[in-house]
């Protein structure tokens, strides 16, 4: 049976911001750009190869001073944004990276009050980002089949936070078992899965959630993608699917040496997303070919291959093209009726 945790009573602070405070973590980048993460405490060091930093050297300073370790070597401190945290936070599953949550918020459309279904909860990274959209006024209800990956983002999420928020629950279970318990039908606005086999949730999702709710799968690989695509499409229940994905390309901009870095993080994941039916509702045929009366005679002349910046060619030029063409064809064939040997290969250069 899915168990579910209870949230304690707390909820989200705002990101911190003014001078450091005990309790605080803070982002240390040394020699050479190495980064350490410490939280903030009295007559705490952090010691490296480089010498020894007192936690109580930062204490008081504003977020992005640069403070002087025992052996004289600068570290600039800042507090890490979520961005830095989930890159860095203890993983048990894979990771959505930060790249792929903007989208997932954006594209699923989570807002403040939202009312949010995630599976599965993994590391918690998602649902940080989740969280963070939501606002003190929305609802984050998290599904884990595996009750240590749970632990991993509860405990990141806490870490974050510096609580649970009062905001999230995590139900340990699988999904379409747990569902119907946790939330009424038709109540949810919004649904994220980040899962292998996704399409086996689609119908619990369905009855989930509000009549124009949106859900939202994030999966790996082609075959996935196509299966859940049509998958939602064959209930008939959803708005067509809508596929994408995501590549950022960072760049190298210094002085006059500007170009795109060497390495990226190309390949993450699919978005797949589609919009719940009213009850009832049956999607209205959408044509696929484009009608006549949809371009007219100025598009086509916009298509030609000169407009669209292939060479093009005068008639003068393109009539000598005939010829040549047709000179070679008759030589060849010629040549093959003389050799006896209709299927001879008739090679002719035309310049
Ligand atoms: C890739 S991880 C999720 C990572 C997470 N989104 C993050 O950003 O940290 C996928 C998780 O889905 C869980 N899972 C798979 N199928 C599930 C289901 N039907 N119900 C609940 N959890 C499920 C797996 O146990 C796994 O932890």
Known sequence: MPESTPAPEASIDPQPSGPFRIGDRAQLTGPKGKMHTVTLLPGKELHTHNGVLAHDALIGLPDGSVVQNS??????????????????????AAIIYPK???????????????????????????????????????????????????????ANISTFFGHAPDTWSVTVGDLVESLPDAVAPGSVD??????????????????????????????????????????????????????????VRGWHVEGLAVRPDHRMIAHTGFLITARRLAPGAVLPEVKRRASKTSYGDQDVELWTPGAVGDRTISDKNLRKR?????????????????????????SGAID
């Not at 052996?71 to 203890?90: E, I, K, Q, T």
């Not at 590391?123 to 963070?132: E, F, T, Y």
């Not at 010829?323 to 040549?335: F, L």
């Not at 009726?337 to 008739?346: K, L, Q, R, V, Y």
């Open 190 to 247: 919004r649904v994220v899965l980040d899962m292998l086999a996704p399409w086996d949730c689609i119908e619990a999702v369905a009855d989930a959630l509000k009549p124009g709710g949106v859900v939202l799968c994030y999966v790996a690989t082609v075959t996935q993608l196509s299966r859940v695509a049509e998958f939602i499409r064959g209930t008939g229940l959803f708005t067509n699917p809508i596929s994408n994905e995501t590549m």
């Open 71 to 92: 052996a004289g070597h600068d570290y600039l401190a800042l507090r890490p944004l979520l961005n830095d945290f989930v890159m860095s936070m203890p993983r048990g």
């Open 100 to 154: 792929d949550a903007a989208q997932i918020v954006a594209q699923a459309d989570i807002f403040p009050g939202a009312v949010v279904v995630e599976a599965g909860v993994g590391s918690g990274a998602l649902s940080l980002w989740l969280l963070r959209a939501i606002g003190p006024a929305g609802r984050l209800h998290s599904f884990e089949r595996r009750a240590e990956f749970a632990d991993v983002a509860q």
């Open 322 to 346: 005939v010829r040549d063409a047709q000179k070679a064809a008759k030589w060849a064939t010629n040549e093959a009726d003389s050799a006896g040997n209709t299927g001879a290969d008739a």
